[in-house]
């Protein structure tokens, strides 16, 4: 760790050390101690398979100098990680398979007839060559100094038709799926809604116990009567912060659901509210009845004020979808109290508005609570008007004298025996009329509908911010800029890799040679000629593909073309749009010379106060900008498993980000094509679909619900039996079948194992039938049996339904390896090698 000792530990939020670096910091801390035994929980998680062998080594090494005894739990050992144990206690479910020393392992196989086969694992090799932190780095780099001598060339491919996508959903198709999942959720979900009634609930009834003598209709009663409205009203409201963090965690997945193709954001925002809206009143039932039945409150009113206390709320919980977005759920939540806390105070109850100075004033007419208030007031006091004798004893009219009035005759009712401060009146009205005196917001007038207007106007801009927001935050990615053009002179040997002379084509004959009529690829379609800078024709360049590993020459890199990559795809998208629908050829994913830049804000006192521009202008203060990333090319085709691969730091996950169009804050530039198409959000949404190594599954539905819902969004098309046949077909072929009733779960409530929730996943992606997938550390957290069967199944996936599939890798043992068709090894953002697993 000596090369990031300055760095922060970083978290979810905020960035910082990589997962292998947090990993190896947790291990030295506990190192400071100097225990006596020491017990691990997979200390090789996260690692590279060298950065994994290197901590197992290191750890045998402090066990025998310093007599400490390591327990340690292991999913994938590889062979390097398994010299590091002394003893091994090997499990399965739950009994014992083996115990004693490792070294004898084979031995005991062999005597149970399970005798081990000689195996080599090349990838540990690599990951062990280019591993900068255990190896040296003269050495790493000269590894990485010799790649361009022997990189294949990397050309623009020429457009060729994508598979033909099946009709998604309609909005109201979408729509009405979402909705039925919705309400399952919310039903099952206990966090948004369920626990809220509850909690309200019981809030609710301990105000109306505190304040049970407010049953009474005394002149001392009155006022308590406000405060237990007031707190009937506010304090349930604050609930809502619980919808910020819900409605964040839903977020993640919904982002993904929406990015990958599967519904609109729009079509999620009606869903969202056709169940929020019964929702919202019956938490507003749930808060009203005990005060309602405790305190004899006038049951004649009840329906209106749960209209007006479900209308409060929902602008509340308007508000916490909007400070849902904000990234971090404790920033939206504190946000969301600070709201709260404005909204109640400003609710006209603890404050005189005509006392509030501007521009703070203007607060008083923006939060619900100001115009909900007085309408809750009223319709708690409005129905006692003496007609069935429900009126407050002790109170008789009087006219104020000109001199006394004020003193004896407060609000024109007088008490015997009580200060006429206390005296407010006989009927409801009469008290509201006195109360107003000093509280300008109540009214003994019926402003139902005006309160409920504004209150409507509130939620509504509120709603918008957030629909807004929402399709910002799932416009679908951005694809890198073009980089720059360059030049590169000729190596020694280049024309000895290519039979016959290096020539140019024209877009016909490159056409008759990949099986396309001359229209398809006419330049003046696309905008551009993809060709017009290449010396090698198509043909030759399937014949480098195929001989890259047998030839040390390589074919001289061009400069790539200059236009925008923005202009292309605006140029060409309504004819590549037309092309792909028309199918017929196999996928290519195509990335050329892609590059990751991240500008780091300079260290000076003032420049993190101000934008960058200005600080290097008045600061003095130079940004510096880091290479995560630097000039990669390599492709995967139909049928083909690409593995990327590298130590801790490397660049494997922004590598990923940039290929599902999520670069970050960082300047990406490269071209990434599908089929010599610019690979734009909407070709994503299309043909697209990325697996997360955080498996974002909805923790109430089961497997069968999850796949059925994916269905009717990605394939509506499909009758009744066939979605059914579908479903059984896919938990079949992902060994889901044992559990297609078992709910996801999460770390609150048990559901699917780990390595389930990944097939899960990764169905999920399959009902969909995309051209490529995308997968982020597909055997994390997986046994060594369990990562292999994954492999191996998505190599036999691959294919059968000719998709494209990349996937980054940290630990590939042997078995894991051998699903690999093409391998991509990277070492501090540069290519250590390409090419045939």
Known sequence: LMSCQHTKAGNMFFRGLSGGQKRRLSLAIALAKRPSVIFLDEPTSGLDSAASAKIMSFLKVIAQRTKIAIVCTIHQPSASVFEGFDDTLILSSGRIAYFGPAAQLAQHLKGVGRELPANANPAEYALDVVNADFTSPGSVKEVLDAWPKYAPTQQRRTPRPLAPRPQQATFCGQTLTLLKRHAVLTVREPVLYVARIVMIFATTLFFSIVWIKTRELTQDQALPKFFLMAFCVGVPALFTMIAVYGLNVEFTAVQKEIKDGMYSPNAYVLANLAIQLPMIFVLAVAALLPPWAIDALPWVTFPSAVLVFGVILFALECVAQAMSLVGNPLLGMMLFITHWFVTFLFSGLFVKISSVIWPLRILCYITPMRWGMPSMIYQAFSPYDGERGDVFEGAGKCTPSPFFGPLFCYGGFFCEGISPLECYGRTGKDILGTVGINFDVISDEFTMWTDIAYMVAIAVC???????????????????????????????????????????????????????????????????????????????????????????????????????????????????????????????????????????????????????????????????????????SASVSAGHVLAVMGPSGAGKTTMLNMLTLDPGSGNATGFLTLNGHPLTPALYAQHCAYVTQQDLLWTFLTCREHLRMALDLYRPSLSAKERETAIDDLLDSTGLMSCQHTKAGNMFFRGLSGGQKRRLSLAIALAKRPSVIFLDEPTSGLDSAASAKIMSFLKVIAQRTKIAIVCTIHQPSASVFEGFDDTLILSGGHIAYFGPA
Do not use: H
């Open 462 to 632: 509120w709603k918008l911010l957030f629909v807004v927001q929402l399709n910002r935050l799932c416009s679908g990615g951005t694809a890198p800029s073009a980089p720059a053009a360059k030049k590169k002179p000729p190596r020694k040997g280049d024309k000895a890799a290519v039979d016959g002379p290096v020539r140019e084509v024209e877009p016909a004959a490159a056409a008759q040679g990949t099986g396309l009529s001359s229209q398809a690829t006419d330049a003046s379609e696309l905008g551009f000629d993809p060709l017009a800078t290449a010396d090698v024709e198509v043909g030759d360049i399937d014949q480098m593909r195929q001989m890259r590993m047998t030839s040390v020459a390589a074919v001289p890199l061009q400069s790539q073309p200059t236009v925008s990559l923005q202009d292309f795809a605006n140029r060409g998208s309504r004819e590549a749009a037309r092309k792909l629908r028309s199918g017929g050829e196999q996928t290519e994913l195509a990335f050329i010379e892609c590059s990751y830049t991240l500008t780091i804000a300079p260290k000076s006192r003032w420049a993190k106060f101000v934008p960058l521009p200005a600080a290097e202008r008045c600061c003095g203060a130079k940004a510096t900008e880091k290479r995560l990333v630097s000039n990669v």
